[in-house]
């Protein structure tokens, strides 16, 4: 299948009637084949080993994306894509250090990744407004209903921020949500990670959704 190319200001979706083509032929496959669409999340030089805001082991993922990719018809990447003055930052009273700034290598995604994904869904653009989850600011959700996709598989980085974002918010949006342990990586060590995990489990159905699914298929 045609790759879809890169979008970065999905607001202007769809302008292009060829591009809308491309959407019709990716439904009929969503029909025919699953209605299933992976989303890879900020899988980013910044949130990679080497990084400014790393997760551990967060390059663990890409394989396990890789596999799970040969098995739905649509892969959606999102990345975190700040201009270089986002409020998200220290320096003007954020969180974080500076990570994933438009034009600079940080803020590229895995390579591998990058091959895999037909549609790449920027967020975290607007200077002054930070968004953990891929449906924050963007009309991914719309996209996805578009092609006629009700279910996601949601992996990427990290865990106990964007991934555990996007996937609450795609529950909320409707679409039924899983994930799998191995294709996330948290921002801590395993050990704390698991047990945020469990702590955000409590917290948020779509993340008790995960924990069920990783159980139903733990070969995954
Ligand atoms: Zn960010």
């Not at 025919?32 to 390059?59: E, H, K, N, R, Y």
């Not at 091959?115 to 653009?125: E, F, H, P, Q, Y």
């Not at 092609?147 to 921020?161: K, N, P, Q, S």
């Not at 991934?163 to 949006?173: I, N, P, S």
């Amino acid at each position: 299948m045609r790759r879809l190319p890169v979008v970065d200001t999905p607001r202007r979706w769809p302008v292009n009637p060829s591009r809308w083509d491309y959407v019709m032929t990716v439904r009929q496959s969503a029909v025919a084949m699953s209605i299933t669409a992976l989303i890879a999340v900020d899988v980013q030089a910044d949130f990679l080993p080497g990084g400014s805001l790393a997760a551990p082991s967060g390059d663990l993922v890409v394989a396990p994306l890789q596999a799970l990719a040969q098995r739905f018809p649509l892969v959606v990447a999102t990345r975190d894509f700040h201009p270089a003055h986002h409020a998200s930052f220290e320096a003007q009273g954020g969180p974080w250090p500076p990570h994933c700034v438009i034009g600079t290598p940080g803020a590229r995604l895995h390579p591998a990744v990058d091959a895999l994904a037909w549609l790449v869904i920027s967020k975290g653009t607007d200077p002054a407004v930070d968004a953990y989850s891929g449906f924050d600011g963007t009309r991914l959700a719309e996209m996805l209903r578009a092609v006629g996709v009700h279910r996601l598989v949601i992996g990427g980085l990290a865990t106990d921020y964007c991934v555990r974002a996007t996937a609450l918010a795609a529950q909320k949006e409707g679409f039924e949500t899983a994930s799998l342990t191995r294709s996330t990586r948290s921002t801590s060590a395993p050990v704390t990670a698991s047990r945020r995990w469990r702590r955000c489990a409590l917290r948020g159905s779509a993340c008790r959704l995960l924990l069920r699914r990783q159980r139903r298929t733990p070969d995954d």
